[in-house]
């Protein structure tokens, strides 16, 4: 059974800041992994989506990197800023069920 | 350009009420699936279905119901609301070839009283 896992919890920093955000998971047989941003009330919004085939995935300040012999992904925000802050999730998606397992989550704060 | 829409975006609901919850996406996606958001626990699966006819169980099934009668809708029923039910509810659609991008409604907040 796939679990995942993010850490830290909360993490507070400096406005202009670089950062990561881990997410472990536990089953390697993964399809695909997304990294999506929430804002408080607010739904999900889809960041970056790497295959299994990938290692990297770039938008903008954000990278996401994906090692699955490992089990872990990371988000990486280079040059924080308060509109930054949001609440960051990670989820995988198995390969042999289709089914999208998600961490519980990073709050984040930028201060300015 | 509306992507995946959930109605309504929020709902009290007594006791032992009963209500469905509306999701329909225009991207002709096969795959969609529905997540309760919890304080502390993230988004769990409730139900999911590959496809028109076709629906399964998450993680956490129980106390709710799923049909699927077209690509576009995927109702979540609850047939008794308990206020274990209050959450926030969560539907999403993917396509089942190519990237699999998962796409999210707006929500529903529900609170069971």
């Known amino acids: 059974k796939q679990e995942v896992t993010q850490i830290p919890a909360a993490l507070s920093v400096p406005e202009g800041e670089n950062l990561v955000l881990n997410c472990s998971f536990t089953d390697s047989a993964i399809y695909n992994l997304q990294w999506f941003r929430q804002d408080p009330g607010k739904g999900l919004t889809s960041l970056l989506l790497i295959q299994s085939s990938q290692r990297e995935q770039t938008s903008g300040r954000l990278n996401a990197s994906l090692d699955k012999s490992s089990g872990r992904s990371t988000l990486y925000i280079a040059a924080s800023q308060p509109g930054d802050s949001a609440t960051y999730l990670c989820?995988?998606?198995?390969?042999?069920?289709?089914?999208?397992?998600f961490g519980t989550g990073t709050l984040l704060a930028v201060q300015p | 350009n509306a992507g995946v829409t959930q109605t309504p975006k929020f709902q009290v609901l007594k006791t032992g009420q009963s209500m469905t919850l509306q999701c329909a996406q225009d991207m002709n996606h096969e795959y969609m699936s529905w997540y309760r958001q919890d304080p502390g626990m993230g988004l769990r699966l409730i139900h999911y279905?590959?496809?028109?006819?076709?629906?399964d169980q998450g993680e956490v099934p129980n106390g709710y119901n799923v049909s699927r009668s077209t690509t576009e809708d995927f109702p979540l029923r609850l047939l008794s609301a308990a206020p274990s039910q209050t959450s926030v509810y969560f539907c999403?659609?993917?396509?089942?070839?190519?990237?699999?991008?998962?796409?999210f409604g707006q929500g529903t907040r529900l609170t069971v009283v």
């Open positions: 999403a659609s993917s396509s089942l070839g190519g990237a699999l991008e998962a796409f």
């Open positions: 279905s590959v496809g028109a006819g076709i629906t």
């Open positions: 989820a995988g998606r198995g390969g042999a069920t289709n089914k999208l397992i």
